[in-house]
């Protein structure tokens, strides 16, 4: 099986001269101007949040898993579910997944704390999750409340139940990705999870043209 993280890795080089020359002759075309920030540091969470104890999974984690980045970010990233190590340490997006999301992002020239990413569930679930299960309709509403603090211009949804789930939708990403959606006036770009990407490569074009539109999006503003 080809390593997508090499192959990821040749296209940000790939990536890198084209900028480079592209600098040269008409500036730096990847800067995203930064906004008013919109929220302080200590304002970011309700308090009321802190302890969720909405749903049964507050019984089995053991950290909340919030999200990570500029909380002020022009692009929100939204995952699934935590998994066992995003528990531990209560940070999303650390595995092989992480990883490759991580590349993905470099491609279009964007690090990890440019943008601020979470999952639709905040505490790890035991066992496969439904779209109108109570742990998604509950969570659903922190993520409303987190769309509002952070004002993101674009919300790339990561995979099935963040895309389903947002946009109330009912076709599978593979249907919904390659189109440009709206939540309360902010462009939805959905696209295949990294998880799902490190089980299909050969689905790494398409993801790669999502994260381009998603660019070309934050560079028009
Ligand atoms: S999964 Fe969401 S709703 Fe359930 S306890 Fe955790 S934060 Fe609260």
């Known amino acids: 099986m080809p390593d997508i993280v090499s ?36 304002n970011f969470l ?9 749903c049964f999974l507050a019984k089995s984690r053991r950290r909340i898993v919030w999200g990570e ?3 002020n970010a022009d692009l929100l990233l939204i995952g699934e579910a935590p998994g066992e190590k995003e528990d531990l ?13 991580t590349k993905i992002l470099q491609a279009v020239n964007l690090q990890r ?26 969570c659903l509403k922190l993520l409303y409340l987190q769309i509002r603090q952070i004002k993101p211009k674009i919300i790339c949804t990561l995979g099935n139940l963040a895309t389903r789930a947002l946009l109330e939708r009912e076709e599978s990403i593979t249907d919904l ?6 939540f309360r006036g902010i462009k939805v770009v959905p696209t295949f999870h990294p998880a799902y990407l490190l089980k299909n490569p050969k689905e ?9 539109k998603i660019r070309d999006l934050l560079i028009s503003g």
């Open 89 to 101: 340490e209560g940070k999303p997006f650390l595995d092989k997944d992480g990883e490759l999301l």
């Open 177 to 182: 990705r390659g189109k440009i959606y709206y």
């Open 69 to 71: 980045g500029n909380k």
């Open 46 to 54: 309700d308090p009321e949040m802190a302890d969720c104890n909405k």
């Open 204 to 212: 790494k074009r398409k993801v790669w043209d999502d994260i381009q």
């Open 7 to 42: 192959e990821f890795k040749e296209i940000m080089s790939l990536t890198k001269r084209y900028l480079e020359r592209k600098e040269e002759s008409e500036g730096n075309l990847f800067f995203i101007k930064p906004k008013e920030p919109a929220i302080s540091e200590q």
């Open 113 to 138: 704390e440019d943008v601020y990413i979470t999952n639709l569930i905040k505490c790890r679930p035991e066992g496969k999750l439904k779209i109108d299960s109570e742990e998604v309709i509950n």
